[in-house]
């Protein structure tokens, strides 16, 4: 097992991190490997089921080169300051440079107790693991930018929550684990030299054009805009977007009580937890725009400028966030309306389709998937009043003939742009009940069906359609 680890957040100072190995389960068993991810990484996908890479991927054995340990953060969680969160149940294994010569984490999630786990066991069972794979890798799929998902395996040991469950280890991969409330835990000890190093290595990683902190700031306000705005074109939910669950690199990162819509409706909420709404559909630019807030307060002290001066120009990169959200959201929809540039008029077209859609209760990836098709009429199945699309119908016909795109070209940038297939709350609890009752067919149905969303798969048209009333799922739960 040769793994090119080249650590280079082991060697932040000591402060950053608890220096500690994952704990060893009792008897792991390999439920999947990422073979193309593997590839990516530089790793031999063979050898991670061997034995010997069984025994990595379940923490039962440290990897030469490794230098694991589990990062200190903190976090605002439902709005809440928490001086000290921490990895709790995740050990980060350390890094390696892929294959386009991009550096990678490796991180061990469910992987036993750190010293940050407050009252938690460290452990993960395999319901949220494998809705963490299934849901990250579909994100990729999507061409969404996400962390993946490299293996899942059992421990062999159980894990208590409202019962026993079987445990589970995820080996999460991420550009890094490097999230807002990283820099909210040294901000917070007035730890100016920590964040001075924090913002160095964060630029280094992902923002190699960035030079000061401002450039950091500023660049990850356009990641955060340009993300949520994909998530917002495919229905997403992320559910906890705690400061700590937001990542620098912007990537989409903490798979809990996430959740994809079925009928559309702009206050949808999944988690169970989010019993306010926080974190609704509809809000998630504006919470983006609040974390981006505390981001900011948080490189106030080292950005070399007196207070009142620091705070003026970090409220203009932050404020910037609007424009920016609204550009990459109208360059979403119009893909998804076939058009090539949204205008006033026709974004208030697709306004006006969402206003309908949830009206109509329609299912959201069904509404655009059939206005892709031939026959686009066919999206008004998909509304209770099958005369709901009437009088758009025409409308969003005439700017497209305005426009002068002929019907191929609506029809491939509309197939490219609306998936088929997304990870159906309904369709991840199944998959996971029957692997609890131990049968992983329908998991790996999903991970094979969601690799390629985009194109039709007819003889999996089940997995294409929303639930029925007794199959809907309302409420998801945190993946602890
Ligand atoms: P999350 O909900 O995944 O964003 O986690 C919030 C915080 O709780 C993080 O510091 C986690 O490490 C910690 N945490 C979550 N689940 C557990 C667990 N089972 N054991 C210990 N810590 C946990
Ligand atoms: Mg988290």
Known sequence: MQIAFDNSYARLPDRFYATLAPTPVEKPSLIKVNEPLARDLGLDPVALTTPEGLAVLAGNKVPKGASPLAQAYAGHQFGGW???????????????????GQRRDIQLKGSGPTPFSRRGDGRAWLGPVLREYVVSEAMQALGIPTTRALAAVATG???YRE?????????????????????QYFAARGDEEALRALTDHAMARHYPQAETPLDLLSAVVAAQARLIAHWMGVGFIHGVMNTDNMSIAGETIDYGPCAFMDA????????????????AYRRQPEIAVWNLAQFATALLPIMGMDHKEAVAVATREVEGFADLFTAAWEEVFAAKLGFARLDEARAALAYDLLARMARGKADFTQVFRSLSGVDPSLARDEFGDQTALDDWLPRWQAHLDEEGTDDATRRARMQAANPAFIPRNHRVEQAIAAAVAGDFTPFERLTLVLATPYTDQPDHADLMAAP???EEVPATFCGT
């Open 157 to 159: 040991e159980p894990v």
């Open 468 to 470: 029925a009333p007794e």
């Open 264 to 279: 559309y409706h702009p206050d949808q909420v999944f988690s169970s937890i989010d019993r306010m709404g926080r974190y």
């Open 163 to 183: 019962r026993a469950f079987p445990g589970a280890v995820l080996t999460r991969v991420a550009s890094s684990h490097i999230r807002v409330g990283t820099f």
């Open 82 to 100: 928490v001086p000290q969160l921490g990895d709790g149940r995740a050990v980060l294994l350390g890094e390696v440079i892929d294959r386009h």
